[in-house]
């Protein structure tokens, strides 16, 4: 299959060799971000400015009305 967009490694997402995005996410100050990686399908939502707004579990769909509002806001969102 030949893609147009970029593709990226395999990363460890936990453990001795967790990749530092995913341990900044684990180990976050909010709460509600706070916490292991549940599956493959968790998601993380980053604002503009590079800020975490959010994160849905794994069983959170794309078309969820809180995930798509979630991610409508952020977009419409000013950021730096």
Partial sequence: ???TF???SKISVAGADQA???KYL???PDAE???PVKWN???????RDGKVIA???PKTM?????FVEAVEKALAAKGG
């Avoid at 794309?62 to 809180?66: E, S």
């Fill in 1 to 3: 299959m030949k893609v």
């Fill in 6 to 8: 970029d593709l990226f």
């Fill in 20 to 22: 530092p995005l995913y």
């Fill in 26 to 28: 684990t180990e976050h």
């Fill in 33 to 35: 971000i706070a916490g």
């Fill in 41 to 47: 399908f968790q998601k993380y939502l980053i604002g």
């Fill in 55 to 57: 994160k849905f579990g």
């Fill in 62 to 66: 794309p078309d969820d009305p809180k």
